[in-house]
């Protein structure tokens, strides 16, 4: 006759529970209220974001690094149309909700001092009050 309750059996069932329990957690995402990268300073990660914001009026992304961070690039990629132009990344204000800011991500293309965003009903808008996100070299 078997016994099925026996110590060694419950041991390894409340492991494979333990197991299986921390499995699920680390597959539930972290519930984020902010973005990670801190602004006007270089994090720890070397990258940090930057107010576009200049005496002579509104910078692009790439300016606004060398001025702002220097030592840094803005971060980029390759344009959809056409694809020899780059998209930097940048952000602005989006509606408050509650007592959280809420943030708008686009691009800032080339020379243009705007930075171009998309609402949740497809329609463009763009911001010349923008940050970018600058990256150490």
Not at 12 to 19: D, E, M, N, P, Y
Not at 34 to 39: E, F, G, L, R, S
Not at 102 to 118: H, I
Not at 121 to 131: E, H, N, P, T
Request: glycine share 10%.
């Amino acid at each position: 006759m078997r016994h099925s309750n026996s110590k060694a059996q419950l041991f390894i069932r409340g492991g494979a529970l333990i197991l299986g329990t921390a499995a699920v957690l680390a597959l539930v995402p972290l519930n984020v209220h902010a973005d990670p990268i801190q602004d006007g300073a270089l994090a720890p990660y070397r990258a940090g974001w930057f107010a576009n914001a200049g005496p002579k009026g509104p910078l692009t992304c790439s300016e606004t690094c060398k001025a702002k961070a220097p030592g840094t690039l803005a971060e980029y990629e390759a344009s959809a149309v056409p694809p020899t132009k780059r998209a930097f990344v940048c952000r602005v204000a989006g509606k408050p909700q509650g007592n959280l800011e809420t943030w708008l991500y686009g691009s800032q293309f080339d020379d243009r001092a705007a930075c171009y965003t998309t609402g949740l009903d497809l329609k463009g808008s763009y911001s010349l009050k923008y940050f970018c996100l600058c990256v150490a070299k």
